[in-house]
Nanobody, 123 residues
Framework: VQLQAYGGGLVQAGGSLRLSCAAA????????MGWHRQAPGKEREFVAQ????????HYADSVKGRFTISRDNAKSTMYLRMESLKAEDTAVYYC?????????????????WGPGTLVTVSS
């Protein structure tokens, strides 16, 4: 299985972007999927995740109310809609997939990681 994240880019503060993460090679419809990010000089941190049904999203406090995670299992794709972007959202965003909800949350032992897509928010 390969996860491919795309949709990153340069945006001004207050703007919006939508990231996508597509799974290729097999369906991950029974997997929890999520996003982590790593800013320059900082450790990777959890951003958001969504369970296999798409009914249970969960967000880091830092993005709650601004980011929306969703998935389309028919397309084997997960999305992250990011609004009201701030300079501190600048990071490489990685998508992750694992059968277990708790593992995606921690990012430890995740079965599949995507290669990352860079989001730069200019202030």
């Amino acid at each position: 299985v390969q996860l491919q994240a795309y949709g990153g880019g340069l945006v001004q503060a207050g703007g919006s972007l939508r990231l996508s993460c597509a799974a290729a090679g097999r369906t991950l419809n029974n997997y929890t999927m999520g996003w982590h990010r790593q800013a320059p000089g900082k450790e990777r941190e959890f951003v958001a995740q969504i369970d296999s049904s798409g009914d249970w999203p969960h967000y880091a406090d830092s993005v709650k109310g601004r980011f929306t995670i969703s998935r389309d299992n028919a397309k084997s794709t997960m999305y992250l809609r990011m609004e009201s972007l701030k300079a501190e959202d600048t990071a490489v965003y990685y998508c992750a997939a694992d059968p277990y909800y708790g593992i995606v949350l921690t990012g430890i032992g995740v079965e599949y990681w995507g290669p990352g897509t860079l989001v730069t928010v200019s202030s």
